[in-house]
């Protein structure tokens, strides 16, 4: 957990500084803060998922089968996110969080608390960095990870406030989660599964990078189930079909 803590007072720390050099900077330029935050998301995005077409895991799918997978997490993911009403949930955490702390009229306190809370738990390096951390192999991954959240948090509070410092929360219990199943259950998790969450979270960057750049707004935490469900089904897909 040492990675996942350092991770947490990274966010912190940025959001203090963004919120901190916030009030002299102009809507022009947080709104360009944003949009470039935007632009690197969606390449981040895009970037992860390259991992559909990793030689690992096509051959131990098949091919074509990835692209497949992928539909099936994010169709059945959001449909039991839908249910579960998880985009609303987390709304309502924000809402809540925002009448304890935020000043009044803060309304950007829950878009802070909601888009930083989903880029910063989706992504490969939270998962790859959490599980090593939990197995004891290293915490470099989640170092590297708090670093470039740290920058990221003085750039969105800048725009968005205190709502980010609320994210550390978010962080704190992902990857806490994704750290003890590294320390239960060991290296369970197969190349071929972890690019299969790593694809699933590319898309959800790239919905993140749509959102934040004002193209369209999806319901990116009613698909988190899609996370879960990917390397289940990369599962189902090598031992049965």
Known sequence: MIGTLVNVLTILLGTFIGVAVGSKISNKTR??????LGLVTFISGASACAALWNSSY???????KPILITLGALLIGGVLG???????RLDRVGERLKLRFASEGDSDFVTGFVTASLIFVIGPMA?????????GNGNELLILKSIMDGFAAIA????????VAASALSVLIYQGAWSAVGAILGSVLQDYQ??????????????????????????IGDMLPALFIAPILATVVTTVL
């Open 82 to 88: 839908s249910l579960l009403r998880i985009e609303e």
């Open 156 to 163: 969105f509070a800048a725009a968005l406030g205190w709502g």
């Open 58 to 64: 096509v051959k131990a799918v098949g091919s074509g």
């Open 127 to 135: 998962i790859l960095g959490s599980i090593s951390d939990g197995l």
């Open 31 to 36: 709104t360009l803060i944003t949009d470039a």
């Open 194 to 219: 972890i690019d299969a969450i790593t694809g699933v979270g590319g898309l959800l960057l790239i919905g993140i990078g749509l959102k934040l750049l004002n193209i369209r707004s999806i319901a």
